[in-house]
């Protein structure tokens, strides 16, 4: 992670920019010598408020908590089963 004074971005903010979106790199932004802000692309910031709104619905974490145990314990289907599956129900040809 790149991190520079709110000076210097401003002066380089087209390429940190460029840095930010094209190589998914984050800056930090400095003011007086302190954190003060993160420069990250669009597609980062995206996935972040996904990962942040998943986290909040507590139902969807307990799925989720279940799902990885399920994995974990091997209580997995192959693609072959879900697919005899589908065809048996008639929702696959």
């Known amino acids: 992670m790149t991190t520079l004074p709110v000076a210097?971005?401003?002066a380089a903010l087209p390429q940190?920019?460029?840095q930010a979106?094209?190589?998914r790199e984050r800056i930090e932004i400095t003011v007086g010598g302190r954190r003060?802000?993160?420069l990250l692309g669009a597609d980062d910031y995206d996935s972040l408020m996904d990962t942040v709104e998943i986290l909040a619905?507590?139902?969807?974490v307990r799925e989720l908590d279940r799902s990885i145990r399920e994995v974990r314990d091997g209580d997995v289907y192959s693609l072959d089963e879900v697919l005899a599956?589908?065809?048996a129900a008639g929702r696959l040809p």
């Open 8 to 10: 210097e971005a401003s």
């Open 16 to 18: 940190l920019v460029e």
């Open 21 to 23: 979106s094209i190589a």
């Open 36 to 38: 003060a802000a993160v």
């Open 57 to 60: 619905d507590a139902g969807l």
């Open 85 to 87: 599956a589908l065809r």
